[in-house]
T-cell receptor, first 113, second 115 residues
Framework: DQQVKQNSPSLSVQEGRISILNCDYTNSMFDYFLWYKKYPAEGPTFLIS?????DKNEDGRFTVFLNKSAKHLSLHIVPSQPGDSAVYFC????????????FGAGTILRVKS | KAGVTQTPRYLIKTRGQQVTLSCSPI?????VSWYQQTPGQGLQFLFEYFSETQRNKGNFPGRFSGRQFSNSRSEMNVSTLELGDSALYLC??????????????FGPGTRLTVL
């Protein structure tokens, strides 16, 4: 039972354009959402997070949007750079479950120069 | 501030053996979580330790165990290794356990290969 889903295995974007990565979840008790970036043979690197009490959070080129009614979140990267090419994971946690993160399967982003 | 460190980075074992992996969290972080990453199952939560106590456990058999020391360093142990245990094992640390603003920071992982 996949509680966090990233339905797009890969995404290809031209340098300078916007990258939009999507994530859906089924557990309405999730209250904290995070995006991580991962290169091969390395651990995930934290990018940005959002609490369920907000619908948007920005950090530089990265913005995360949360639509609780649709149980959907998205990560926008503007402008996209070749160094952004990596696997992006969406993760969620539920209050009362400590730091247990439930991850999506990941989306491979390729930014072409 | 130094990040999360994991040792060893690579490990090769044979079926039936046991293995111990080590994780040193970011200074001041008291929570350590372990995750397994495989091509088939993705990133899966193993367990979390906070203040030397197991706080949460994922759906893994009892062959997977862990502990945390008073300095917050953590070890995980896998006994009676199986071929399917081959994976990247990731450790993550955070200041406290849970909460809507407590971010987990990951180490580089230990790549375990079981032959």
């Amino acid at each position: 039972d996949q509680q966090v889903k990233q339905n797009s295995p890969s995404l290809s974007v031209q340098e300078g354009r916007i990258s939009i990565l999507n994530c859906d979840y089924t557990n309405s008790m999730f209250d904290y959402f995070l995006w991580y970036k991962k290169y091969p043979a390395e651990g995930p690197t934290f990018l940005i997070s959002i609490s369920s009490i907000k619908d948007k959070n920005e950090d530089g080129r990265f913005t995360v949007f949360l639509n609780k009614s649709a149980k959907h979140l998205s990560l926008h990267i503007v402008p996209s750079q070749p160094g952004d090419s990596a696997v992006y994971f969406c993760a969620a946690s539920e209050a009362g479950y400590g730091n247990k993160l439930v991850f999506g399967a990941g989306t491979i982003l390729r930014v072409k120069s | 501030k130094a990040g999360v460190t994991q040792t060893p980075r690579y490990l090769i074992k044979t079926r039936g053996q046991q293995v111990t992996l080590s994780c040193s969290p970011i200074s001041g972080h008291r929570s350590v979580s372990w995750y397994q990453q495989t091509p088939g199952q993705g990133l899966q939560f193993l367990f979390e330790y906070f203040s030397e106590t197991q706080r949460n456990k994922g759906n893994f058999p009892g062959r997977f165990s862990g502990r945390q020391f008073s300095n917050s360093r953590s070890e995980m142990n896998v006994s009676t290794l199986e071929l399917g245990d081959s994976a990247l094992y990731l450790c993550a640390s955070s200041l406290v356990s849970g909460g809507a603003s407590d971010t987990q920071y990951f180490g580089p992982g230990t790549r375990l290969t079981v032959l």
